[in-house]
C-alpha cells in the first residue's frame, strides 16, 4: 500500500475511495481517566466521574474535536456539585489524526490524510484547603460531671 502525504479536500469522490478514520492516539489510561464521546449519555460521564471523584482526589477528564465542549460541561458540573471544593487545571493540545482513503477500484492507489484536532484535558482535583477541611477532626463535647 502506497501512502501520500495530501490535504483533506471535498473533491474525494466516494464511488473511488472509502474513508477509514484511524483512532486517536492516546495515553495509557489510569484508573481516574475519562475519555468524553458526544455518543454516551451525559448523565452517565458525570456520574462516573463524581463516583471517581469521590473515590480519589482527581479525575482527569479528556476531550477531542466535539466532544470539547462537553468536557468542559462536564468539569464545570463536578465543580459547581463541589461547593467550593473542587478545582480545575485545564490544559488544551492539538491531536494529529490519520485518515486513509482505500480504493473502491483495483486500480486504485491508497492514499492518506493527516488532519489536525483540539482536544482539552481537565484535571478536576480536590483543592488543598477543602481536603484539610475534610480530615480535621471534630472536636468532642465536653463531658459533664
Known amino acids: 500500500m502506497q501512502a501520500s502525504n495530501s490535504k483533506p479536500s471535498s473533491s474525494i469522490d466516494p464511488e473511488e475511495y472509502s474513508l477509514r478514520k484511524r483512532l486517536p492516539p492516546r495515553f495509557p489510561q489510569r484508573g481516574n481517566d475519562v475519555y468524553i464521546s458526544?455518543?454516551?449519555?451525559?448523565r452517565a460521564q458525570e456520574s462516573k466521574c463524581?463516583?471517581?471523584?469521590?473515590s480519589?482526589?482527581?479525575v482527569v477528564i479528556h476531550g477531542?474535536?466535539?466532544?470539547?465542549?462537553r468536557a468542559i460541561n462536564l468539569a464545570l458540573q463536578l465543580k459547581?456539585?463541589?461547593n467550593g471544593?473542587?478545582?480545575l487545571a485545564i490544559q488544551t493540545s492539538t491531536v494529529n489524526l490519520i485518515d486513509d482513503l482505500m480504493p473502491e477500484t483495483d486500480d486504485g492507489e491508497?492514499?492518506?490524510?493527516?488532519?489536525?484536532?483540539s482536544a482539552v484535558h481537565i484535571c478536576v482535583y480536590?483543592?488543598?484547603?477543602?481536603?484539610?477541611?475534610?480530615?480535621?477532626d471534630v472536636p468532642k463535647p465536653s463531658q459533664e460531671k
Request: aromatic letters at 4%.
Open 56 to 58: 480519589g482526589n482527581e
Open 38 to 42: 458526544e455518543k454516551t449519555n451525559f
Open 110 to 117: 491508497a492514499k492518506t490524510l493527516y488532519r489536525n484536532n
Open 80 to 82: 459547581a456539585k463541589g
Open 64 to 69: 477531542l474535536g466535539k466532544a470539547v465542549n
Open 85 to 87: 471544593t473542587i478545582k
Open 126 to 136: 480536590r483543592s488543598e484547603d477543602s481536603a484539610q477541611s475534610q480530615t480535621k
Open 50 to 54: 463524581q463516583k471517581l471523584l469521590d
